[in-house]
């Protein structure tokens, strides 16, 4: 599939905004900062995460709408889904080593396996697709219901309480987000193909390059906070 240098840039800036986030996570659960900064308790943490999660999301949906533009076959969707779902595999586990009672069932990654399938199938649906995700995004507003607060059906999102989990995306409203980018792309093609195909500034070469390895940074980069942050603590833990 032909790469599109802007789309590359966004979702690397999507990455670096995530890693910033999760630094600071990073720092709160080693001690490092103080606990009114808690990210998950903070407005100003929780919008982040959100925007951030927004960003992602979007740029996962017009990725979709550039691949059944270009006529990106089965073959090729499942080796790059499989990817996807060997990650959240790995998410899984690790958090379950590091977060035993919180650990991670149904992450981004998780989310995103998901929501591919879904929004491969989906995507003939053209000016459809818009409704879906306004659907998609309503829905949980209007109803949820205590049916959903298990673990078989918590990851649709229509549950009145969240789960115990270091990270939790659920089908809904997420999908909607995604489905705004394939909607949204389908029209750039369609219409506006300079938006997403033109030059790329020299500057945010860098960043272009960063976002197509999202999902390998993805992976790497909470180890290795985790490692320098460790071996920070205990080097300052010393006599």
Known sequence: MKRLPRLDALRGLAII???????AFDLNHFGLLEPRQFP????????QRTLILSLFLFCAGLGQAMATTQAQGWARFWRRWAQVAGCALLVSVGSWMVFPRSWIAFGVLHALCVMLLLARLVAPWRRGLWLLAAAALVLPLLWRHEAFNGPALSWIGLV?????????????PWFGVLLAGLAAGQWLSARRPGWLDGALPPGLAPLAALGRWSLSFYMVHQPVFFALLMAWTALRGRP
């Open 17 to 23: 905004w995530m890693a910033l986030y999760h630094f």
């Open 40 to 47: 998950s308790d903070d407005p100003v943490w929780i919008v």
């Open 160 to 172: 009145t309480r969240k789960p115990v989990t270091e990270d939790y995306v659920p089908l809904l």
